[in-house]
């Protein structure tokens, strides 16, 4: 009879440091990644582990954590391993078919937010939404704002929907289609994106998490700015006067966003830095005199 080989039993403290030597190699944080790790595999949370360092883990508990590692140090992204984000203080599924949110995407939602007076009935919405990151963390934050949150991919609304359901955000619609195809007579006050906006041969792409991320999610064509162009246009003629648009974009295409939304009848452009100080956001009205 065959039976599976596990490691010896070992104490938390040491199955952790272990790890974190291996997992320093792929990242910044290797320390805290290999608490994450072996939470999830654990169904623990972190504080759990720093309380009893000493704890002894079975070998089969321990197969199983030194699987997630080896997957982490193959490059595997470590939401798409423990299937969640953290964005917004939500904590968010997400899966192979959704962007990873980031920090410095949180602006975009400040942004929005400022344009949202708290306790007014509005329309907001999230076109892209991935795994709808940005609409729910508007909708959490005015629960009497109507968000409608779009994307062209089946899988990936079938993610933000359980996201929102799992956080009891009733605000929050869902709608297949292209950009703002599927947004065609709504009356919106404010329009979010965070559209792909890398070229095809940046190389970003080949680093980090981002070859395992969606590529259509990342890459927007040849220029980096097929999709912001295409929603600038889709905006101009379907947003009413006074209308807001806030869109993230790479840190060097400012300029050239703003530009490209002066061309479509977009005023009072204004772009944001993030964290980092990168050009990150850029926000803007849809003016009177077009459309």
Request: proline residues 7%; glycine residues 10%.
């Amino acid at each position: 009879m065959n039976h599976t080989a596990h490691p010896a039993p070992a104490a938390i403290e040491t199955v952790l440091e272990s790890a974190s030597a291996q997992l320093a190699t792929v990242t910044d944080c290797p320390a805290l990644e290999a608490q994450v790790l072996l939470g999830h595999a654990l169904g623990k949370d972190r504080t759990h582990l720093i309380a009893w360092p000493e704890r002894t883990l079975e070998g089969a508990q321990l197969s199983d954590f030194q699987a997630l590692v080896r997957r982490r140090r193959g490059g595997e992204p470590l939401a798409y391993i423990t299937g969640r984000r953290e964005f917004w203080s939500l904590a968010l599924e997400v899966s192979p078919h959704t962007l990873i949110p980031r920090p410095e995407t949180e602006l975009l939602v400040e942004l929005a937010l400022a344009h949202l007076p708290p306790g007014e009935r509005r329309c907001v919405a999230d076109v892209g939404t991935g795994s709808g990151a940005i609409a729910l963390a508007i909708a959490a934050e005015r629960p009497l704002v109507r968000v409608i949150a779009t994307d062209i991919a089946a899988d990936t609304l079938a993610v933000a929907r359980r996201n929102a359901e799992r956080l009891g955000l009733g605000n929050v619609e869902f709608r297949r289609g292209h950009w703002l195809a599927p947004l065609a007579g709504e009356d919106l006050d404010v329009l979010c994106c965070n559209p792909p906006y890398l070229r095809d041969d940046d190389p970003h792409l080949q680093a980090g998490d981002l070859p395992h991320e969606p590529r259509g999610a990342l890459a927007a064509g040849p220029t980096g700015l097929e999709a912001i162009e295409t929603i600038a246009g889709q905006g101009a003629a379907q947003l009413k006067p006074g209308a807001r648009l806030v869109m993230e974009h790479g840190y060097d295409q400012a300029a050239a966003v703003a530009r490209c939304l002066t061309n479509a009848g977009f005023d009072a452009v204004v772009t944001h830095r993030d964290l980092a100080g990168h050009e990150r956001t850029t926000a803007c009205k849809k003016g009177s005199g077009h459309g």
